[in-house]
């Protein structure tokens, strides 16, 4: 029996789902370990959980916030947040700006080769028709950029669109490069803010 291309895109909806679900309940999970075991207000507890892994730490945080914006699985609020718990306030930064930087300097190329299609894959299609518009437009370019340096902006989706487009390697990088920091440390510094008050109940 032949699978038809409606059911392949349900079935690739089902496993991405799933995928999204675990991967919040792990994060989720994650905290709540932070929380009881006293990780992210103890420096001792902080030293222990990174020796485990050695040099090693800031390698994997940097590679999941390159994924976590190739696959925008899990928001990514979350892992500003976690840079700043596990690493502090200075190398938490540097380690969530360098990630997402090349997360979405690597979405931009992946969109140069793939075009559309990634963004049918990856994005819902409320999401593509809102933007959409922008592409046809002499000033994207100027949109983009305003909207790479605001923090409520979909940056992930932004990236991938702007791949779809004629605009340069080059540029973007320098876009991203400048526009990121802003939004980084409003995202890391406001979600600490919250969370730091949120655990002082159960403190």
Do not use: H
Request: one cysteine or more; glycine letters at 8%; proline letters at 4%.
């Amino acid at each position: 029996m032949t699978v038809t291309k409606i059911e392949k895109q349900r079935l690739i909806k089902v496993v991405w789902n799933t995928v999204t679900t675990i991967s919040i309940i792990g994060c989720i999970l994650f905290f709540i370990y932070g929380i009881q075991s006293e990780l992210f207000y103890s420096e001792a507890a902080l030293e222990a959980f990174l020796n485990q892994f050695g040099v090693w730490a800031p390698v994997f945080f940097v590679l999941f916030q390159i994924i976590q914006v190739i696959f925008p699985i899990v928001p990514g609020g979350i892992g500003c947040l976690g840079g700043i718990l596990i690493f502090g306030p200075v190398m938490g930064l540097i380690y969530n700006y360098v990630g997402i930087c090349l997360g979405s300097i690597a979405a931009f190329l992946i969109a140069k080769k793939y075009g559309d299609t990634v963004l049918l894959f990856l994005f819902k299609p409320k999401l593509r028709k809102k933007y959409r518009s922008w592409v046809d437009d002499r000033r994207f370019g100027l949109f983009f950029t305003l909207m790479i340096f605001s923090p409520i902006a979909p940056d992930d989706f932004l990236c991938y669109l702007a791949g779809t487009t004629k605009m340069t390697l080059t540029k973007f990088t320098i876009i991203i490069l400048v526009g990121k920091p802003l939004p980084i440390i409003i995202y890391s510094f406001g979600l600490e803010l919250i969370f730091r008050y949120i655990v002082s109940f159960f403190a």
